[in-house]
């Protein structure tokens, strides 16, 4: 390529537009002349680049951020939606398990047998909470009234000849041990789940064993214990109609009261263990159940209706988080899926997302855009033949269609009417410059 023939640098605000109208729906909008290039072409991950599955996803709507851990390694990463930033650390040994923020700490919890509390703002560790027969553990409650937080944890890894597992509580201003919990009930060392939360002074812990168990948070006094003859590993709050939802293995959902004793409805919803329960923090009547049958559901309560289903992955399904309309669902599969639910009855994939060591990558709708930190994980092939592009024009084309408002668009908190919006033929709207 002769020196006159090679790409000139330009100013995207200053590229011509083409006017264009969506078949969907008749709006007219202006398509750029970036957008116009693109078209044909589809943008992917290098094959090669290692990717993570999703073990864990946390918004944090204090700071517009998402934090995410992996199943297969022992870092935590934390995106700025706003900005597209990428943070992480690597305080655990092994994997993490759980993810959640208080007053601006990390709380984390791994299969290190630990539980750390992190500075949002440096990233600098402050507490780790263990003890040296403390086992694997799966999962942290935060209880701000008490500033203390309850790790479940397998302790039997540590000692074969213990049949149940342990809820210590742990003292958040200096670190030190208030209360150690030895759960009743006989678990199975052969099968590792577990789950607990605080609400009303109250403490909830499910576990392998079957057992529901209900505590006060201040005094450690067991209030009430229930056995569901499922391996229990998911539960949810149900404040708007004072009920407890829980879940486990066999794929049922129990509906029950406050106490855990009364069950007002059980349901085979899932093929196989449901991982998380999760109520819209907007629409307190919405749950959602994800499985390791790879697929989410969308329930009205307090009938417990189901108003829709997608199969979300291949593989198995650990975490889901909602941030405004969207849901985003991970596991076992290196993407993880982003879907909107403004219609509650049809959700649509919008996005997917993926992580690597270092760097992200947005995925939205056909691939023919994207957002990453990165350019250098990403590749281009034409549409027509599937070829790889490369070179100069490679360069070029990943450069023009990397593009933050993707990311920016896909997050956005205002729900703005869709006239109001300029759309974009990459499947999304974004708002009028």
């Known amino acids: 390529m002769s020196q006159s023939q090679k790409p000139v640098k330009t100013n995207n605000n200053m590229l011509p537009d083409i006017l264009n109208t969506s078949r969907e729906t008749g709006i007219s909008y202006t398509k750029t002349f970036n957008e116009s290039l693109c078209e044909g072409y589809h943008f992917e991950i290098i094959d090669y680049i290692k990717r993570a599955g999703s073990r864990s996803i946390y ?3 204090t700071e517009h951020s998402l934090l995410i851990t992996h ?8 995106l700025d939606l706003e900005t597209g930033k990428l943070r992480w650390f690597d305080h655990h040994g092994t994997t993490v398990r759980s993810v959640c923020v208080c007053n601006q700490e990390i709380v984390t919890t791994s299969w290190d047998g630990s539980v750390h509390v992190t500075s949002f703002e440096s990233l600098e560790p402050r507490l780790i909470l263990t003890e040296k027969d403390m086992g694997r ?5 935060i209880s701000p009234e008490n500033e203390s937080v309850f790790s479940y944890s397998y302790d039997s890894d540590k000692n074969p000849l213990l049949n149940s597992n342990t809820v210590r509580e742990w003292d958040l201003t200096d670190g030190k041990l208030k209360r150690k919990l030895q759960l009743p009930g006989t678990h199975l060392s052969s099968r590792r789940c577990g789950y607990c939360t605080v609400f009303n002074n109250r403490l909830f812990v499910v576990s392998n064993s079957g057992h529901l168990h209900i505590y006060n948070s201040t005094t450690g006094i067991l209030l ?4 569901y003859n499922d391996q229990l590993q998911s539960l949810c709050l149900l404040p708007a109609f004072n009920l407890l939802a829980v879940a486990g293995s066999e794929g049922n959902i129990y509906l029950c009261d406050l106490l855990g004793r009364r069950i007002l409805q059980k349901r085979k919803v899932h093929l196989h263990d449901i991982s998380q329960l999760l109520v819209h923090p907007d629409k307190p009547e919405i749950m959602i159940s994800i499985s390791f049958d790879g697929t989410m559901k969308v329930w009205k ?8 289903w997608v199969d979300a992955s291949s593989d198995r399904l650990w975490t889901v988080t909602n941030v405004n309309d969207l849901l985003i669902c991970g596991g076992d599969e290196e993407e993880t899926s982003i879907w909107d639910i403004k219609n509650l009855s049809c959700p649509v994939l919008k996005a997917k997302l993926v992580f690597s060591d270092e760097s992200y990558a947005f995925l939205p709708g056909g691939s023919d855009s994207f957002y990453t930190n990165n350019q250098s994980i990403m590749q281009v092939r034409r549409n027509e033949d599937g070829t790889l592009v490369e070179g100069q024009l490679a360069e070029y084309l990943l450069n023009t269609a990397c593009d933050l408002r993707i990311l920016k668009d896909l997050f956005s908190p205002e729900n703005n009417d869709l006239s109001k919006f300029r759309l974009t033929n990459k499947g999304l709207l974004q708002i009028p410059q």
Request: aromatic share 18%; with cysteine; hydrophobic share 45%.
């Open 71 to 78: 199943f297969y390694s022992s870092r935590v990463h934390i």
């Open 301 to 308: 309560l307090p009938e417990l209706e189901l108003l829709a």
């Open 59 to 61: 918004y944090y709507k």
């Open 137 to 141: 553990c799966p999962d942290a409650a």
């Open 224 to 227: 009430a214990e229930d056995f």
